[in-house]
């Protein structure tokens, strides 16, 4: 069955290229973003493994840990993070699972049949300190990834878990926010003391309270 939002994201115990690891204790009391590769030596994943290495300093700012998978071995994926070296002019510096029996695939509902019976499509999983999934996405294997929005989904997933606030189309960090409806008119000023407008009645605005 597939995961949704608020499930629990399974553990499991994983060959990676960093060694075996227990998902959990990987995570520990970090957020987390476990995204899947159609598979290795295939151009887009190539871009994808690449760019994610060279932003690894931005999650590590939001506290974020890094995984990906892809459906071949070990020493496949050894070979391919020297190619994404090479060619990304980076270091793949978080690990890949190798998933050669899709068990963790199958886990995460990241295999698709009508799309390909075989290998996986490009899923993402955001995942909280609490184990929960708070965001999936799923792309095809001809699209590759935006990592700019990913960390800019982090960052509203982050601010909102702390704050009565929602952010609005296109919101980057430092824009204004959205006000949640069940907060009160009368109780705005004592939560949101940098001040509010309001737009319309169920439309309030007001300065990312975080900054
Ligand atoms: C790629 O990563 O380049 C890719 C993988 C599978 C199908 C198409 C493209």
Known sequence: MALRLGDTAPNFTAETTHGTLDFYEYLGDS???????????????????????KL????????????????????????????????????????????????????????????????TVRSVFIIGPDKKIKLTLTYPASTGRNFQELLRVIDSLQLTANYSVA???????GEDVVITPA????????????????????????????L
């Open 56 to 119: 690894k300093a931005d999650f590590d700012k939001r506290n974020v840990k890094m995984i990906a998978l892809s459906v071949d071995g070990i020493d496949s994926h050894h070979g391919w993070v020297r190619d994404i070296n090479e060619t990304q002019s980076t270091e793949v510096n978080y690990p890949i699972v190798a998933d050669e029996d899709k068990k963790i695939s199958i886990l995460y509902d990241m295999i698709h049949p009508n799309a390909s019976e075989n290998v």
């Open 31 to 53: 957020w987390g973003i476990f995204f899947s590769h159609p598979g290795d030596y295939t151009p887009v994943c190539t871009t994808e493994l690449g760019t994610a290495a």
């Open 183 to 210: 907060v009160k008119n009368e109780d705005i000023p004592a939560k949101f003391p940098k001040g509010h407008k309001e737009i319309k009645p169920y439309l309030r605005t007001t300065p990312q309270p975080n």
């Open 167 to 173: 952010t609005p189309a296109d919101w980057k960090h």
